[in-house]
């Protein structure tokens, strides 16, 4: 089974895509987390957002792996090596969307997601999974919430990590990424018609996990 799960950042899908996947013994496949450890690695080499053709090479012979433990924690490989803390830096929310819109990227991630979700029942998180990775998932979400919910949601995160960032600046660049996002030229962040929309604004991660599992399961 294939479970979609889109939508803005903030709006919690990721972290309703890992519990769901955990409370059903699925995969979990963070999308977005794909896209920031090609930036990481971007970054590394000092390939710029614009240089194109660098940026499809490297994305061609990366090797990414994603490995969830028993609780449902995802680890992020990048060349054999464990990044998945320093993917969440703020370096690298800047510059994810501006690598994640070009086209010869995402067709390469595109073949390397749909060869993870097909290995195993899964549930994938990502703006166009539901529309362009997998269109005939058995199940489609797209997870939203309101703009000033998703920062303070980003906001509380980031701090608690131990990061120092301002509201503004997870305004600012939630603001970016929406426009990026939704906007691009290449799988664009949208609803897939048939795909469930729940708004997350006002509930409890446990209550929309539980609205999930309820449209699965029913």
Do not use: W
């Amino acid at each position: 089974m294939i479970i979609a799960m889109d939508g803005p950042a903030g709006a919690g899908k990721s972290t309703v895509a890992r519990i769901t996947a955990q409370k059903l013994g699925f995969l979990y496949i963070d999308t977005g987390a794909m896209y920031r450890a090609l930036t990481l690695k971007a970054m590394e080499l000092n390939i710029g957002v614009n240089d194109t053709a660098a940026l499809i090479e490297m994305a061609r012979t990366a090797s990414i792996d994603l490995v969830n433990n028993a609780q449902g924690v995802l680890t992020v490989f990048l060349d054999g090596k464990d990044v998945s803390a320093p993917i969440r830096h703020p370096r690298i929310t800047k510059l994810v969307s501006d690598i994640a819109k070009i086209k010869g990227v995402r067709v390469i991630m595109l073949e390397l997601q749909r060869k993870l979700g097909l290995a195993r029942d899964s549930v994938l998180d990502g703006r166009d999974i539901g529309t362009v990775v997998f269109p005939d998932a058995d199940r489609k979400f797209y997870i939203d919430a309101d703009f000033n919910e998703r920062a303070r949601r980003r906001y509380k995160e980031l701090k608690e990590a131990g990061q120092d960032i301002t509201l503004q600046d997870i305004e600012n660049d939630l603001r970016n990424r929406d426009n990026i996002d939704s906007t691009r030229e290449c799988a664009p962040l949208k609803k897939a018609d048939d795909a469930i929309f729940i708004d997350t604004t006002n509930l409890a991660i446990e209550e929309v996990v539980n609205k999930v599992l309820g449209y699965i399961n029913g």
